[in-house]
């Protein structure tokens, strides 16, 4: 949220009805000017990583009034992911991988993204899984699905049930993927989040 910088879950932005935070009362922008304008001022005034993620975002996409720019989006991830924000570093490795604004560069790719799965990236630790597959390093590949599955990742819970069915992964690893997946559904899973995964599929947390 650009007026706290608290992040919310699908529930709860439901519950509010997307017109005032739930945290901090303040009611939703009616601009894309006041957006940018809020999340300017956090990056000011607390040094918001989120915020500054968020400004990267917006010149990655061309959005909320700003000229793509791709080399200003990277500025803004870097100094975002310095601050602890996962999702910024994910980014920047995403566009090492596909070449956005820079050179084509794997390691680079892997680098950012191994940054990003340390601070908890769910899609950066799948990425890495699907690195380590594609160089053959099946072993390394599953330990990285096991751990993205663990955090909710179901493309990695996917490509732990192609690796048992070509027979690159055992039973006990099938069972367990499964089992620690169910394991994490039922631990976020409220009546909140299953009211607003009804109301709007983008709202699917399983």
């Given at each position: 949220?650009?007026?706290?910088?608290?992040?919310i879950?699908?529930?709860?932005?439901?519950r509010?009805?997307?017109?005032?935070c739930?945290?901090?009362?303040?009611?939703?922008?009616?601009?894309?000017?006041?957006?940018?304008?809020?999340n300017?001022?956090?990056m000011?005034?607390k040094?918001?990583a989120?915020?500054?993620?968020n400004?990267?975002?917006?010149?990655?996409?061309?959005s909320?009034g700003?000229?793509?720019?791709r080399?200003?989006?990277?500025e803004?991830?870097?100094r975002?992911?310095?601050?602890?924000?996962?999702?910024?570093y994910h980014?920047?490795?995403t566009?090492?991988?596909?070449?956005?604004?820079?050179?084509v560069?794997?390691?680079?790719?892997t680098?950012?993204?191994?940054?990003?799965?340390?601070?908890?990236h769910?899609?950066?630790?799948?990425?890495?899984g699907?690195?380590?597959?594609?160089?053959?390093?099946?072993?390394?590949a599953?330990?990285h699905?096991?751990i993205?599955?663990g955090i909710g990742?179901i493309e990695s819970?996917e490509?732990i049930?192609e690796?048992?069915?070509?027979?690159y992964?055992?039973e006990?690893?099938?069972?367990?993927a499964?089992?620690t997946?169910?394991a994490y559904?039922?631990?976020?899973?409220s009546?909140?989040?299953?009211?607003?995964?009804?109301?709007?599929?983008?709202?699917?947390?399983?």
């Amino acid at each position: 949220m650009s007026c706290c910088g608290k992040e919310i879950c699908s529930g709860c932005q439901k519950r509010a009805g997307g017109s005032i935070c739930p945290f901090c009362r303040t009611p939703a922008p009616k601009t894309e000017e006041q957006i940018v304008t809020r999340n300017k001022k956090r990056m000011i005034e607390k040094d918001d990583a989120y915020a500054i993620h968020n400004m990267g975002s917006y010149y990655h996409d061309g959005s909320y009034g700003m000229q793509q720019n791709r080399a200003k989006a990277l500025e803004y991830w870097h100094r975002s992911g310095e601050l602890g924000y996962a999702g910024s570093y994910h980014n920047i490795g995403t566009y090492y991988d596909l070449g956005y604004g820079v050179g084509v560069d794997k390691k680079k790719a892997t680098y950012y993204w191994e940054l990003a799965a340390m601070l908890g990236h769910v899609v950066a630790r799948h990425n890495l899984g699907v690195v380590e597959e594609n160089k053959g390093n099946l072993d390394r590949a599953l330990k990285h699905y096991m751990i993205a599955v663990g955090i909710g990742c179901i493309e990695s819970m996917e490509n732990i049930k192609e690796l048992f069915k070509d027979g690159y992964a055992t039973e006990d690893d099938y069972e367990k993927a499964l089992s620690t997946y169910q394991a994490y559904v039922d631990g976020i899973r409220s009546e909140l989040r299953d009211n607003a995964a009804a109301f709007n599929d983008r709202y699917i947390y399983y």
